[in-house]
């Protein structure tokens, strides 16, 4: 038996994601007493990955781009192949659309948004989160191929000594039922999913146009710019930016919430990030009793101290 | 063309969530329950199709008796029929397995389900249910178009969106963007009087094995208090984050 991994790549390179099953993957490995296989596609530097613990690195070369239907049935042939009893996928829109799919070809029980590492291997069982953060479950999965989906950024990186093997797979692939027309993916700007840092804006700010100190906070720290759902109802700020509950789900490290009072829908979708900093006017809005650090005063006041003194900070620790 | 809309009936985005029975199940206690908030965008978007392309609609949920006060709401939005499958199901794989007999029994050409409940979070639901039908999938669909047996549909990715097209019979995991939140339609009395009288049919389950088990719940651990900073003490805001914190 063994534990298989799917690594996401883009244009050749890992994602922060496939590091970071990578990592959780050898952990459950460790724990089950078997060896780590990763599958990955059209991936430059497959070998990359026994820095995150991996033992061997299926790479497929053959495949075209993601087709959620074609891949999930090569990670289902490399899964027979390693005889893997465990199979673990990410929380990354592409690993959501192929893991159930996945599921019913390996006839797996599917437990996503999980949080940890198993808390028991017999049953198996894991912890994940539900009630869009508000709370966890403990949920054990009862057939003899296991499929997880790990949260984003909650395990992270785990540095490894070891080194992995590479081999290309060639798995029959299935004919795609769908075609891709057009992508539209921004590639100068960071991405909610991606990013370490979040900085969010509210109805706080006032208007469209008052964007740019969140704007330029994000740059200074590298961050991804995101906005409350009134924010993005009002058409002050696109959908996509739209985080919280029927919005985009966020767990960055760091998340700055600017002139948004943190109702509790808001909440659960910024839940899982690590450490939230909230900038308010009102010292009696609900984000703060949700904060790790707050400011209270006016976002445009702060903020632009905030990145007066980032930049400095910055200059000083290049 | 004929639609199903999968239901989920969900506690109220603004609930407090509680577990009862030792932590082993949710508290309904005091919760309001609605329409899904994905599927409510996935259901206003059938109201579209039904309206200018003549679709029927029909809205499915798997659950017990007391889910038909959300199943009327969405006949009152405009759907035909409804159907209940009337089991307490344990897990997505048991809900998908129970909708793929209803689809094929229904012959539907196109399944909207929400990308996830906002309950348990599973987000299987969906792409199971199109597997187990044969149907094509997008998930996390934005955008939905229908010519005859062709479908356009914008899927969002991370970091932006790609546009799709595949053919019918398809099941899409739709989300905000299908539609607008100001096109979200609240049942007039008009409909309700009329959902009264429309079908909701009850269905007996295939009752199928769950392959999970939820054994306990936990919330998450209380925070400590906010760490407040004066606007003329930014500095030591800075020095945290990166100290502190270590996330700068």
Redesign the interface.
């Known amino acids: 038996m063994s534990v298989l991994v799917y690594t996401e790549s883009q244009e050749g390179q890992f994602k922060k994601v496939a590091l970071e099953v990578a990592s959780y993957g050898k952990a459950v490995a460790e724990q089950l007493g078997t060896t780590l296989t990763a599958l990955a596609f059209s991936a430059n530097d497959p070998s990359q990955l026994g820095n995150y613990g991996v033992d061997k690195v299926l790479n497929v070369t053959s495949a075209s781009r993601f087709d959620?239907?074609v891949y999930a049935n090569a990670i289902k042939q490399a899964a027979e192949k390693e005889n893997a009893k465990v199979v673990i996928v990410s929380s990354?829109?592409?690993s959501?659309?192929?893991?159930?799919?996945l599921?019913?070809?390996l006839d797996?029980?599917?437990?996503?948004?999980v949080v940890a590492t198993p808390t028991e291997v017999s049953?198996f069982?894991v912890k994940r989160?539900?009630?869009?953060?508000?709370?966890?479950?403990?949920?054990?999965?009862?057939?003899d191929v296991k499929l997880i989906?790990l949260s984003k950024n909650a395990y992270g990186l785990v540095e490894n000594s070891g080194s992995a093997t590479t081999e290309d797979f060639s798995p029959t692939l299935l004919d795609s039922?769908?075609?891709?027309?057009?992508?539209?993916?921004?590639t100068d700007?960071v991405?909610i999913?991606?990013a370490?840092?979040v900085v969010s804006g509210g109805r706080g700010l006032k208007g469209p146009e008052n964007w740019g100190i969140i704007e330029e906070l994000a740059e200074v720290?590298g961050a991804a710019t995101a906005c409350s759902?009134p924010v993005s109802?009002l058409g002050w700020r696109p959908?996509?930016e739209?985080v919280g509950?029927?919005?985009k789900p966020v767990a960055s490290?760091?998340y700055i919430a600017v002139g948004i009072s943190g109702?509790?829908?808001h909440l659960?979708g910024i839940?899982a990030s690590?450490?939230k900093?909230?900038i308010n006017t009102d010292p009696e809005a609900p984000f703060?009793?949700?904060?790790?650090?707050?400011?209270?005063?006016d976002a445009f006041?702060?903020v632009p101290?905030?990145i007066e003194?980032?930049k400095e900070?910055k200059s000083q620790?290049a | 063309m004929k639609i199903l809309v999968c239901i989920s009936h969900v506690?109220d985005?603004?609930s407090k969530?509680n577990?009862a029975e030792g932590d082993t199940k949710?508290d309904t206690n005091g919760v309001q329950f609605v329409i899904n908030?994905?599927d409510e965008f996935g259901l206003t978007r059938a109201m579209w199709f039904k309206e200018k392309q003549g679709a029927s609609v029909d809205v499915v949920n798997v659950g017990g008796p007391e889910t038909e006060s959300t199943l009327r709401k969405a006949l009152a939005i405009g759907a035909d029929g409804a159907i209940r499958v009337n089991t307490q199901p344990m897990?997505?794989?048991q809900v998908?397995k129970e909708l793929a007999k209803v689809v094929q029994d229904g012959a539907y050409d196109l399944v909207i389900a929400g990308?996830e409940s906002?309950?348990?979070?599973?987000?299987?639901?969906?792409?199971?249910l199109?597997?187990?039908s044969g149907s094509?999938?997008?998930?996390?669909c934005?955008g939905l178009e229908i010519e005859g047996n062709q479908a356009?549909a914008i899927?969002?990715?991370?970091?932006?969106?790609?546009?799709?097209?595949?053919?019918l019979p398809l099941v899409i995991g739709g989300?905000?963007?299908l539609v607008e939140?100001?096109d979200l339609r609240i049942p007039n009395m008009r409909g309700i009087m009329m959902a009264r009288k429309k079908p909701l049919n009850v269905l007996e389950p295939l009752n199928t094995e769950?392959?999970?088990?939820?054994?306990?719940?936990?919330?998450?651990a209380p925070?400590?208090a906010?760490?407040?900073?004066?606007?003329d003490h930014?500095?030591d805001?800075?020095n945290?984050?990166?100290t502190e914190?270590k996330?700068?």
């Not at chain 1, 966890?136 to 009862?142: A, E, I, P, Q, R």
């Not at chain 1, 039922?177 to 921004?186: A, I, L, P, T, Y």
């Not at chain 2, 094509?136 to 996390?140: D, S, T």
């Open positions: 959620a239907k990354s829109a592409d959501k659309y192929l893991a159930p799919l599921a019913i070809e797996a029980a599917y437990a996503s948004n049953p069982t989160s539900a009630f869009t953060n508000k709370a966890f479950s403990f949920t054990s999965l009862n057939t989906g039922n769908v075609e891709v027309k057009s992508v539209d993916r921004s700007k991405t999913a991606d370490e840092i720290l759902k109802d959908h996509s739209h509950q029927t919005g490290n760091l109702a509790i829908q659960a839940n690590k450490v900093l909230v703060f009793k949700a904060a790790d650090y707050g400011v209270v005063g006041e702060v101290i905030l003194k980032l900070f620790n | 506690p985005t603004t969530i577990f949710f908030p994905n897990d997505g794989l998908a990308r906002i309950d348990y979070n599973g987000g299987m639901v969906p792409g199971m199109a597997n187990l094509n999938f997008i998930n996390n934005i356009t899927r969002e990715i991370d970091g932006g969106k790609e546009t799709l097209s595949t053919q989300q905000k963007g939140e100001s769950a392959s999970t088990t939820t054994n306990r719940f936990v919330k998450p925070k400590g906010v760490k407040l900073v004066d606007i930014l500095d805001l800075v945290m984050l990166h914190a996330v700068i």
